[in-house]
């Protein structure tokens, strides 16, 4: 179960969609011509603190999270990055641009960065 967030700086630039029952989020926002998405997959947190024998064990459930970032730049198609964010850095995993219409057909796959 997801904490409620509150107190969200009036700076912080992204709209926040929450989707009940599922593990992501959406932030969205417009930075000048530019559409900008981050569908953010939630870690499961056990929210028991009966049981706070190890710290480095409840570290290693949320040792990453994936996200999928997509930009749109006013054309039929938009980047997409799959990404890794890790307590001291952030991996590109993907790289793609896709068409609006058919996001499942790639108009270039980029390379792969592993």
């Known amino acids: 179960m997801l904490k409620q967030v509150e107190n969200i700086s009036n700076e912080f630039p992204f709209k926040i969609k929450d989707n009940p ?3 992501t989020i959406l ?36 040792s ?5 970032v997509s930009i749109t730049k006013g054309s039929d198609q938009y980047m997409e ?10 991996s ?3 790289l793609s641009i896709k068409n609006l219409e058919n996001s499942d057909e790639l ?8």
């Open 27 to 62: 932030l969205s926002r417009k930075f000048q011509d530019e559409t900008i998405k981050i569908e953010v997959d939630m870690p499961s947190i056990s929210d028991d603190d009966d049981n706070d024998d190890d710290e480095d064990a409840k570290d290693a459930d949320v």
């Open 64 to 68: 990453s999270i994936p996200l999928v």
């Open 92 to 94: 590109i995993d993907s």
């Open 81 to 90: 990055f799959c990404i890794t964010a890790f307590l001291d850095e952030i």
């Open 21 to 23: 029952g599922e593990r």
């Open 107 to 114: 108009a270039y796959e980029g390379p792969d960065f592993k």
